[in-house]
């Protein structure tokens, strides 16, 4: 049974995921609360931010009720149903609260619904997320985020920076031009979340996209020239399940940081499976072909402004540091069978 003193909320885009998905996760809420007498509420967005809006005014008039008094607050779950953007969105809701209800009053859960699922791929299978009553007596785990500040060139033409938070992975190049595709497939007839990642993939290829890039570590030692892609991952996946970035744990206070070097299409047809499944580091083939190294700072200066995939979201930028922040977000693990 769920701790009937946790208030669950169920933030829920009513425009995510197939309508089938959506009735699967609204009688799973009915069932998993209803019998078991867990308060709760469901909420639907209205707008692209607005999840992370309700958490945050959630949160405060709890607060505000409670005499600013963390010690009073019960704890509060929101179980966002969505996707790695959703994470995203999630996260940085998350590090703008308080600091004393970071600590242990609000946590952090998600009903995959979206097209890649791939931060929750550190903890278990997306049949173990959508089984909301394993989620509602499921644990809260501190994990790692990666703070960056982003200069980019904004409307009017002047370089602005700002301060946000990843849950899972940067993508560079090859990497992120694919999830530019796949945005562009999203919503066409039969293409089923799987099919748009391949189809991506195939349209990528044909270009083969390399980007300029200077890599700068927090030691000194800087990496620079073309590359075919370069990632810096919190978690081990992208691409809707691409176990890139295998040597990657989202609790270690560490970055990994993999660039690849330039190659043609054959070199990449050749190496992509091994790549999709985590076996091309540390092996010869890997260590020809991909630079890898753990730091806790990178920064990444792109020849010109070009395109950032950020937990599967796009972005523009012309420079990006990061910074590993250990055990910043706290966040719901299902129970297991």
């Known amino acids: 049974m769920a701790d009937p003193s946790v208030k669950c909320y169920f933030v829920v885009n009513p425009n995510a995921g197939t309508r089938r998905e959506q009735e699967k996760i609204s009688a799973g809420i009915v069932s998993a609360c209803g019998g078991g007498g867990v308060d709760h509420q469901v909420y639907s967005t209205v707008r692209a931010g607005d999840g992370g809006d309700f958490m945050l005014r959630t949160v405060k008039a709890k607060f505000d009720e409670c005499g600013g008094d963390a010690e009073r607050m019960p704890e509060m779950r929101f179980y966002f149903a969505g996707g790695d953007g959703t994470v995203l969105e999630s996260a940085n809701a998350f590090m703008k609260l308080p600091e004393e209800l970071r600590g242990g009053k609000v946590a952090v859960g998600i009903i995959p619904v979206g097209t890649g699922n791939d931060f929750l791929r550190n903890f278990g299978t997306e049949k173990d997320f959508l089984d909301i009553s394993r989620q509602l007596k499921g644990s809260q785990t501190l994990v ?9 060139t904004a409307g009017d033409g002047s370089e602005e920076t700002v ?8 993508n560079i190049g090859f990497d992120c031009q694919t999830v530019v595709k796949v945005n562009e497939l999203r919503g066409r007839p039969y293409m089923t979340k799987k099919t748009a990642y391949s189809v991506g993939v195939a349209l990528t290829l044909v270009k083969l996209p390399h980007t300029e890039l200077k890599v700068t570590f ?3 030692e800087v990496k620079e020239g073309r590359f075919l892609l370069s ?23 560490l970055i990994d940081v993999i660039i690849a070097k330039p190659m043609g299409r054959l070199k990449f047809v050749s190496m992509v499976g091994s790549y999709k499944k985590g076996k091309l580091l540390g092996t010869p083939k890997g260590d020809k072909l991909l630079y890898f190294r753990k730091c806790r700072s990178v920064i990444f200066t792109p020849k010109e402004e070009t395109d950032l995939c950020v937990d599967g979201e796009i972005e ?3 420079e990006i540091r990061v910074t590993a922040l250990p055990e910043a977000f706290r966040f719901i693990v299902p129970e297991k069978d």
């Not at 790692?144 to 200069?151: A, F, V």
């Open 316 to 318: 523009r930028f012309r």
């Open 144 to 152: 790692d985020l990666l703070e960056y500040d982003r200069t980019y």
């Open 163 to 170: 301060k946000s938070y990843c849950a899972n992975m940067f």
């Open 231 to 253: 990632l810096a991952a919190n978690g081990a996946y992208c691409g809707g399940g691409f176990y890139a970035a295998s040597e990657a744990s989202p609790d270690d206070g």
């Open 218 to 220: 927090d030691d000194g």
